[in-house]
């Protein structure tokens, strides 16, 4: 089953079990079923519990935090990553802090669907990366899936969370990741990563759609001799250190890999939490792969595959630094 599929299945298995559950957001109805396809039939289906919202995030989000109060457990589907930003404040001010403002006695299960990254030729509004923002916020949850079994598990996971939980879904891998979908109840815990793959030589902590892609540079560096392993986060906040750590004490080399700009970008963290309390495991400098600092990411093609972090510059990169 490919990713978009997944997500698909998963949220006519939730409609079913859970009769709290509704989903809105632009465009999300039937007959569309999402720009993406993601909640095709949903409203056929389900009825009003799917249903089209004005083209206004800030309402979305408020919609959601409200519904969630209300006893619902809402799924506010934002069309693209670039267009939350209008629902910045809701989602920093009010989802993530609901909890804690008051002193435990309310939650917000609250969940948000973003479709992010670039590779699908969407230039500057379709194609931002933006989980350094809200990574930042305690009180938010935020998970990146990047198999069609993981889509479904966080989904799950996500819908039974007290908290407000924001899925970001790496758009470039909706129809490329192929993979099993488990039938019947599956879980990702929040908070537990991924091993893709395991080696001696080198490590790549990665997520979302450069999981997909950190994966086939292991595969052809093995081809070379040389023995990756390959951390999919998963969870972003919160951060499951202890996987990073067995991982870094097993190669000492480390490269981290994301496809958002490099500055004060995710990568950026993993890197300041490796030096602060893995440092004498290190047997080579840290490094970071990302896109280069330019605003967004370019229309043309061959413009984008010069920006996007690819297998081929993983691979590049992860030779040099197991020979270091």
Same mark, same amino acid.
């Given at each position: 089953?490919?990713?978009?599929?997944?997500?698909?299945?998963?949220?006519?298995?939730?409609?079913?079990?859970?009769?709290?559950?509704?989903?809105?957001?632009?465009?999300?109805?039937?007959?569309?079923?999402?720009?993406?396809?993601?909640?095709?039939?949903?409203?056929?289906?389900?009825?009003?519990?799917?249903?089209?919202?004005?083209?206004?995030?800030? %309402?979305?989000?408020?919609?959601?935090?409200?519904?969630?109060? *209300?006893?619902?457990?809402?799924?506010?589907?934002?069309?693209?990553?670039?267009?939350?930003?209008?629902?910045?404040?809701?989602?920093?001010?009010?989802?993530?802090?609901?909890?804690?403002?008051?002193?435990?006695?309310?939650?917000?299960?609250?969940?948000?669907?973003?479709?992010?990254?670039?590779?699908?030729?969407?230039?500057?509004?379709?194609?931002?990366?933006?989980?350094?923002?809200?990574?930042? &916020?305690?009180?938010?949850?935020?998970?990146?899936?990047?198999?069609?079994?993981?889509?479904?598990?966080? %989904?799950?996971?996500?819908?039974?969370?007290?908290?407000?939980?924001?899925? %970001?879904?790496?758009?470039?891998?909706?129809?490329?990741?192929?993979?099993?979908?488990?039938?019947?109840?599956?879980?990702?815990?929040? #908070?537990?990563?991924?091993?893709?793959?395991? #080696?001696?030589?080198?490590?790549?902590?990665?997520?979302?759609?450069?999981?997909?892609?950190? +994966?086939?540079?292991?595969?052809?560096?093995?081809?070379? #001799?040389? +023995?990756?392993?390959?951390?999919? %986060?998963?969870?972003?906040?919160?951060?499951?250190?202890?996987?990073?750590?067995?991982? &870094?004490?097993?190669?000492?080399?480390?490269? &981290?890999?994301?496809?958002?700009?490099?500055?004060?970008?995710?990568?950026?963290?993993?890197? *300041?939490?490796? +030096?602060?309390?893995?440092?004498?495991?290190?047997?080579?400098?840290?490094?970071?792969?990302?896109?280069?600092?330019?605003?967004?990411?370019?229309?043309?093609?061959?413009?984008?595959?010069?920006?996007?972090?690819?297998?081929?510059?993983? &691979?590049?990169?992860?030779?040099?630094?197991?020979?270091?």
């Amino acid at each position: 089953m490919n990713l978009i599929t997944a997500i698909n299945q998963t949220l006519h298995e939730i409609f079913e079990a859970i009769p709290e559950t509704s989903i809105f957001g632009e465009d999300v109805a039937d007959p569309k079923g999402g720009v993406f396809k993601a909640t095709v039939g949903l409203t056929d289906r389900f009825g009003s519990r799917s249903f089209n919202a004005p083209l206004a995030e800030s %309402l979305i989000v408020g919609v959601g935090i409200g519904k969630a109060a *209300a006893g619902g457990r809402p799924i506010a589907e934002i069309q693209f990553a670039d267009f939350i930003h209008p629902g910045f404040d809701q989602i920093v001010s009010e989802a993530a802090r609901i909890s804690y403002r008051s002193a435990g006695r309310w939650t917000c299960p609250l969940v948000i669907r973003v479709p992010f990254g670039g590779g699908i030729h969407g230039a500057l509004y379709h194609s931002q990366s933006i989980e350094a923002f809200y990574t930042h &916020v305690p009180g938010l949850k935020v998970v990146a899936p990047s198999t069609p079994a993981d889509a479904k598990g966080l %989904l799950w996971a996500a819908i039974r969370d007290p908290d407000p939980v924001m899925v %970001l879904e790496p758009k470039r891998l909706y129809r490329l990741a192929r993979g099993p979908w488990p039938e019947g109840e599956h879980v990702v815990p929040i #908070g537990k990563a991924a091993l893709r793959r395991l #080696g001696d030589d080198v490590t790549i902590v990665t997520y979302g759609a450069m999981a997909h892609f950190a +994966a086939e540079a292991a595969d052809r560096l093995a081809a070379e #001799g040389i +023995a990756a392993t390959v951390l999919d %986060l998963r969870s972003l906040r919160p951060l499951d250190w202890p996987s990073i750590e067995a991982a &870094v004490h097993r190669t000492g080399k480390v490269l &981290v890999v994301h496809e958002d700009n490099g500055f004060v970008g995710f990568g950026a963290e993993i890197v *300041a939490q490796i +030096a602060e309390k893995a440092f004498d495991w290190l047997d080579a400098p840290l490094q970071r792969y990302t896109a280069p600092e330019v605003p967004n990411f370019p229309f043309a093609g061959g413009l984008e595959r010069q920006v996007l972090p690819s297998t081929d510059g993983i &691979v590049e990169r992860a030779r040099l630094l197991a020979r270091y």
